[in-house]
């Protein structure tokens, strides 16, 4: 009965999970890529990465890497063994500018401090950039903003890669080549790295964690904006998250107006970890309001404070549910965490038919297109990524394509070494 009583709460509110029908959005956000391709501010950028993707990672080649995001900096070396990409002599610290803010210089010192001692091994350097920034066509990246909790001061406009190379050849080291590339081009060039292209029938990258995005790969004429006339292959960042025409409720206009960028990237907020846990928040305290829960539940849930993707996934697998007052209580918010992860499922496979519907790949049965994916959700989500699963295939059935998900861990780094030494 609570599960019923759950449903209708969800279906009032326009929160159900159904409301998201796969393969109609796909269709649907296959044309706003197309229309990304073709003009300048479309809501799907699809921006050019400019990284090629043929050919294999030559074996002993190797690479200095570096990963900037978040709070964390890492460098490190990486060589591409017959095993795989080893890694070795990483450090690993906290990003300047967290706590007090940090000049542009500051930044790039410190970066060339952390890989000096690893230049002598090799010229190439790929330098995953995740933070906002348009990649020119010598792969440098320019500067928009860097947030999250970092502050660097005096970087909009500076190109990441030629600050650093100058910075280094300051210091007497010279004949360095570093590519910048994103997280989500990272994951799929990492997750890549090892598979035997001449059985893949197509790649995708995706991030499904506690943000949202995806990458293809497609020819260069197929970017109306650039006019270029060229079959060479590259990368192209779909900046996803976002997509703003999605079914949104209720509660998903709340969090909006609540965020600190109100009026953008909608279906990250409808999918990734960061908000799915402020969006169960929202709804139980709707569902107390409404005399839905019992008030000791809603006293218990209020102790607890902030809950994330992890809780969730608890409770859709009907675990940590002991605050709950009442049995009824317990399935109801089940049933609520449930809906939650199908409804991210099924945007994200609308994603991901998407570009299947883009590309026109994975047609051939001994050639699936293989989405290289990472992220929490899709590592450790235990209801979420069955449910992606399932869509998945349930999709690309009707409409005759064939894929299989790759899901990785920790593929920034070798994604960086590939990027470096695959476009030299």
């Keep these: 009965m609570s599960r019923e ?81 080893e890694l070795s002599r990483m450090v690993k610290k906290k990003m300047p500018g967290i706590g007090k803010p940090a000049t542009w210089d500051e930044f790039i010192s410190f970066v060339a401090d952390a890989i000096e001692p690893l230049t002598a091994e090799t010229d190439d350097i790929g330098f995953c950039f995740s933070y906002s920034a348009v990649i020119t066509p010598e792969i440098d990246g320019q500067v928009i903003r860097i947030d999250k ?86 990368l192209v960042n779909l900046e996803s998250g976002m997509y703003d025409a999605l079914p949104r409720g209720d509660f998903d206009l709340l969090l909006d107006r609540q965020s600190n960028n109100p009026g953008m990237k909608w279906l990250e907020k409808l999918t990734a970890g ?13 569902a107390a309001d409404e005399g839905l829960i019992e008030a000791g ?33 317990r399935a109801f918010l089940q049933t609520l965490a449930q809906e939650l992860f199908s409804r991210s499922a099924r945007a994200m496979c609308a994603n991901l038919i998407g570009i299947l519907l883009l590309t026109g790949e994975g047609c051939n049965p001994e050639k699936p ?12 989500g235990r209801y979420y990524r069955p449910a992606l699963e399932s869509w998945l295939s349930r999709c690309a059935d009707e409409i005759s394509r064939h894929v299989r998900l790759q899901v990785g861990e920790e593929t920034t780094l070798p994604g960086a070494a590939a990027a470096a030494l695959l476009n030299r």
């Design 274 to 286: 960061v908000y799915l846990g402020e969006l169960a928040r929202l709804m139980l305290n709707a």
């Design 5 to 85: 009583k759950a449903l209708r709460f969800l279906e009032r509110h326009a929160m159900s999970a159904e409301r998201i029908e796969p393969l109609a959005e796909a269709r649907r956000m296959t044309e706003a890529m197309e229309e990304g391709l073709r003009r300048e501010g479309a809501v799907l950028p699809m921006i050019p990465t400019y990284l090629r993707t043929d050919g294999q990672v030559p074996v002993g080649d190797c690479a200095v890497v570096i990963d900037a995001g978040g709070t964390n900096f890492r460098a490190g070396l990486i060589r591409m063994t017959e095993r795989g990409p």
């Design 149 to 234: 909790e970092v502050v660097i001061t005096g970087s909009e406009g500076k190109l990441v890669g030629a600050s650093l190379i100058a910075e280094l050849e300051r210091r007497g080291i010279h004949g360095k080549h570093c590519v910048i590339l994103n997280d989500t081009a990272a994951v799929l060039l990492g997750g890549s790295a090892t598979l035997d292209k001449s059985r893949c029938g197509g790649l995708i990258g995706q991030v499904s964690g506690t943000g949202t995005n995806t990458c293809c790969v497609l020819p260069l004429r197929r970017i109306g904006k650039l006019g270029r006339d060229e079959d060479t292959g590259i």
């Design 369 to 380: 297109v293989v989405i290289c994916a990472e992220g929490s959700l899709v590592q450790k």
């Design 297 to 329: 539940t809603r006293e218990a849930l209020r102790e607890l404070g902030h809950f994330d993707s992890a809780v969730l996934d608890a409770w859709a697998c009907g675990e940590q549910l002991e605050h709950c007052a009442s049995e009824e209580d």
